[in-house]
């Protein structure tokens, strides 16, 4: 009974994700970017530690721009029309997305610039 319902949570979950991949151009330069920096941390043989900062970031760059999309659904559910309160929300969310892609960014470099330079 636990693994069925633990199945169908994954399932509503992988469903999700597909939907996200399918319809998100954002989601799809992420992974792109994601792989690029695994190849990356592979060939310059970053640290344990670097390896941990490098997966949280990606986690978190990946987990705002779903919610993203998620509130970006809702909105043009319940707000179809134009309206400065679904604007200010959508804003919000894409704030976020933003600041965790620079966050990734600004970590990316400190690993990867003195590589670069050495
Ligand atoms: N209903 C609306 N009313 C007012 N402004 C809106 C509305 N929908 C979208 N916008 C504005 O357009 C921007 C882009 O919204 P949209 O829903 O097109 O996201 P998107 O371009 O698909 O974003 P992403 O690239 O993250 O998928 C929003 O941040 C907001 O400023």
């Known amino acids: 009974?636990?693994?069925?319902?633990?199945?169908?949570?994954?399932?509503?979950?992988?469903?999700?994700?597909?939907e996200v991949l399918k319809s998100e151009w954002n989601?799809?330069?992420?992974?792109v970017s994601m792989v690029v920096v695994i190849i990356a941390g592979l060939m310059f043989g970053i640290?344990?530690?670097?390896?941990v900062s490098v997966v949280t970031v990606i986690g978190?760059?990946?987990?705002?721009?779903?919610?993203n999309t998620a509130i970006e659904e809702v909105i043009d559910y319940i707000k179809p029309e134009i309206?400065?309160?679904?604007?200010?929300?959508?804003?919000?969310?894409?704030a976020s997305v933003f600041v965790a892609s620079m966050t990734a960014l600004v970590v990316g470099l400190i690993i990867f610039?003195?590589?670069l330079f050495a």
């Open 1 to 18: 009974m636990v693994d069925k319902k633990k199945s169908i949570g994954f399932q509503f979950a992988w469903n999700g994700l597909r």
């Open 27 to 31: 989601f799809r330069l992420h992974i």
């Open 113 to 115: 610039i003195p590589r």
């Open 60 to 67: 978190l760059v990946l987990t705002t721009e779903i919610l």
């Open 47 to 51: 640290t344990l530690v670097e390896w």
């Open 83 to 94: 309206h400065p309160a679904a604007k200010k929300v959508k804003d919000i969310a894409a």
